[in-house]
């Protein structure tokens, strides 16, 4: 079973650029759509971007032109580069495949707060 582990997330203000990480273990991460998920309270988990197995990558409007994601596949690690925060954006970060019905279980997510 692959374990997701999230990182990176924090309190920042409106403006500012956090950058979140994702390790995967097992070897199969290369071979998988990857994407980073959001889950603010009361709302539904919404995927915010995915990365294809050759790079190529996709936003939700909400986020396009602010966040970036990006792959490692040696270090079966995805990135989310995230700037021009929003309080909007404010939610637990999650990693998981990506356009599937199939996903990994879960990791613990990153919270990220954008506050003044």
């Known amino acids: 079973q692959v374990q997701l582990v999230e990182s990176g997330g924090g309190l920042v203000q409106p403006g500012g650029s956090l950058r979140l990480s994702c390790v995967a273990s097992?070897?199969?991460?290369?071979?998988?759509?990857m994407g980073w998920y959001r889950q603010a309270p009361g709302k539904q988990r919404e995927l915010v971007a995915h990365i294809t197995i050759g790079g190529r990558t996709n936003y939700a409007d909400s986020v396009s032109g602010r966040f970036t994601i990006s792959r490692d596949n040696a270090k079966n690690t995805v990135y989310l580069q995230m700037n021009s925060l929003k309080p909007e954006d404010t939610a637990v970060y999650y990693c998981?495949?990506?356009?599937?019905?199939?996903?990994?279980?879960w990791g613990q997510g990153t919270q990220v707060t954008v506050s003044s």
């Open positions: 097992g070897s199969i991460f290369s071979i998988n759509v």
């Open positions: 998981n495949r990506a356009l599937t019905s199939g996903f990994w279980s």
